[in-house]
């Protein structure tokens, strides 16, 4: 089994956090979302953001608005609604918790 594998599933385990945790920062393009994930080394592809972001929005979570650009056409720029906060919330507390249970087993 090659590690890359499992690293590429762990990513994708947290890319819905930490997308959700970029927006809640505020209005945020989608390239610029796969920017910061890039350099956080969490690996993402617009063809794995887009969809994504879909699906958040149909559930509520976050929304997006046209805004104009100079250089070209129309940009997309998505905040996190307050559903979304509070879904973050509780996400942050899962994190936390598997943060501390991961470093429990490490001790061990």
């Not at 994708?12 to 390239?31: H, Q, T």
């Not at 976050?62 to 609604?81: A, L, N």
């Not at 249970?101 to 061990?108: A, E, L, N, R, V």
Request: glycine content about 6%; charged content about 25%.
């Amino acid at each position: 089994m090659k590690i890359e594998n499992t690293q590429v599933q762990m990513r994708k385990g947290i890319l819905e956090f930490c997308v959700l945790k970029i927006i809640s920062r505020g209005e945020v393009y989608a390239s610029d979302m796969i920017e910061e994930l890039t350099s956080a080394r969490i690996m993402v592809v617009e063809g794995t953001l887009y969809p994504l972001l879909t699906r958040l929005r149909k559930a509520g979570l976050v929304d997006y608005k046209w805004i104009e650009s100079s250089s070209g056409p129309p940009r997309k720029y998505y905040t996190i609604t307050e559903e979304g906060k509070d879904f973050l919330l509780h996400l942050d507390e899962t994190w936390s918790q598997l943060v501390t249970s991961t470093q429990k087993i490490s001790k061990q």
